[in-house]
């Protein structure tokens, strides 16, 4: 029993320890990229509307290849464009027109009725989404680009930790305190 307790004490250690590891890189990198951060070459993104549901849920993080050629892509592929300077869309091309630099897409959120009104210019992809997702994390990375959020995700872990390990300490001097006093008993 001992030794399940001490495996569950480590494993819950070694998350809430992985979760401060992570939480900072992903604040730093974000801070350092002036954005969103960027993983082993992807660029990570938040989806901020249901237009790509199911497959892509609002307020989760999307991984994308950025673009090398912006002329490649082809019916099906997911893309993420610049509808403006500020404003990230990612849909799926239904249709190409055009070639070389003329090339024009036309795109449509999968839980859309109709494609977009305006056809994408392929100087304004930016990426091609692989398949990559992971639900509601993209709230944490919103919040991360705020000073609040940072340092609330910076410091969370940090005190989680703490308070785990204060509690395992007690738990620990407890029992050191009653195999005293069964030993004191038994004498």
């Not at 030794?3 to 819950?12: D, E, F, P, Y």
């Amino acid at each position: 029993m001992v030794k399940v307790k001490t495996w569950i004490s480590n494993i819950i250690t070694c998350i809430l320890f992985l979760t401060l590891i992570s939480t900072a890189f992903v604040v730093i990198s974000s801070k350092a990229s002036g954005g969103e951060p960027t993983v082993m070459g992807y660029q990570l993104k938040t989806v901020l509307s249901g237009s790509m549901e199911p497959g892509i849920k609002t307020g989760s993080i999307i991984a994308i290849k950025p673009s090398g050629d912006v002329t490649r892509f082809k019916k099906g592929d997911v893309i993420t464009f610049k509808e403006s300077e500020t404003k990230l869309i990612t849909h799926r091309i239904q249709e190409v027109k055009g070639s070389g630099e003329n090339t024009q897409y036309i795109t449509k959120g999968d839980n859309n009725d109709a494609p977009d009104m305006t056809p994408v210019l392929a100087a304004n992809v930016v990426g091609e989404y692989n398949g990559f997702t992971i639900p509601y994390i993209g709230y944490l990375l919103s919040a991360a680009q705020s000073k609040m959020g940072s340092a609330l995700l910076l410091i969370l872990p940090g005190v989680l930790l703490l308070l785990y390990s204060a509690v395992t300490i007690w738990k620990a001097i407890k029992e050191i305190e009653l195999s005293k006093d069964t030993t004191t008993t038994s004498n």
